[in-house]
């Protein structure tokens, strides 16, 4: 009997502390009534913009510095450029990225290449320019969602979205012959983040799928050598990417990443014909290429 009273009075002490949390009354030896709410705690500017610069510290103390993932419930920005280069000439982008706090991820690039005198890995039986190529350019959307499988591990699926110009085949010489292309791309993909250590973690980015190249060209070669001919040719595409995120500042990462590209090529029948039959000559090679390349990229 004892314990149960002890027990309902400690309830009763418990339930009258919650009840006069927020509006508790004091009285003094005069009588006076002194009322303590929360109304009476105030925050200033000054210290609302620490409390603010604390929080963006801690989110990003927690973000692995590799775009596509976000701490949990966290919103992460960024945006840098990177620098790859390949075999048929270097190429640069500028890109901006967020991942939201409900997990939603998308990614904007704009590219532009400087096409080199030099075989295209991608297309064997294709001679290499005679006098400088026209630059190319392109720009590549990426939407996807990134999973918290666990604390040290995510995992982001994503589309990837390309359209391009002078990427692919790129020809020109002084006869005024020459070879131009557009290429539209639709690569699914997805992207492991390791989350080793506050400074460096690495992922692993996979994305494969259909890429159509669109060819127009002159060649003297051809049995008509004053009237442009056109062909097409549907690749089929597939690039490891693996990479690590070191960040150097709160907002800064530095992120070294190589790349393994794989195509095969199916020409129609005017790409793959020869020169001399108004073709392009396009293997259907499956051809390989290694791509290395550096990324900036700043986060808040």
């Known amino acids: 009997m004892r314990k149960l009273t002890f027990i309902l009075t400690c309830g009763s002490i418990i339930n009258c502390a919650y009840a006069t949390e927020s509006n508790t009354s004091l009285s003094t030896e005069s009588g006076q009534i002194v009322n303590q709410t929360e109304s009476n705690i105030t925050i200033t500017a000054e210290e609302l913009k620490i409390l603010k610069k604390l929080a963006e510290q801690a989110k ?13 419930d966290k919103t992460v920005s960024a945006t840098g450029a990177a620098l790859e280069e390949t075999q048929s000439g270097p190429q640069i982008y500028a890109f901006f990225t967020q991942t939201l706090a409900n997990g939603f991820y998308y990614e904007g690039r704009l590219y532009a290449k400087y096409n ?5 890995p991608a297309f064997p039986n294709i001679q290499p320019s005679e006098e400088n190529n026209p630059p190319g350019y392109k720009g590549v959307v990426k939407l996807g969602y990134n999973f918290h499988v666990t604390d040290d591990y995510d995992i982001t699926p994503y589309l990837r979205l390309e359209a391009g110009n002078n990427m692919s085949i790129v020809y020109a010489d002084n006869n005024g012959n020459y070879v131009n292309s557009t290429n539209y791309a639709l690569l699914p993909g997805f992207k492991q983040t390791f989350k080793l ?19 127009t060209g002159n060649l003297t070669q051809g ?11 549907l690749q089929y595409q597939l690039t490891t990417e693996f990479g690590l995120a070191y960040k150097f500042t709160e907002h800064q990462a530095i992120i070294p990443y190589t790349q393994f590209v794989y195509t095969a090529n199916n020409p129609n029948s005017s790409a793959a014909a020869p020169y001399n039959q ?8 499956t051809t390989s290429q290694q791509v290395y390349a550096i990324k900036y990229s700043y986060s808040w």
């Open 116 to 120: 080199m005198l030099t075989q295209n």
């Open 60 to 72: 990003l103390n927690n973000y692995s510095g590799v775009p596509g993932t976000a701490p949990k």
């Open 223 to 233: 049995p008509n050598p004053n009237q442009q001919f056109t062909g097409s040719v």
């Open 197 to 215: 250590s506050p400074k460096l973690n690495p992922y692993i980015d996979i994305y494969g799928g259909l890429v159509q190249v669109n060819l």
């Open 278 to 285: 108004g073709g392009f000559n396009v293997s259907q090679l």
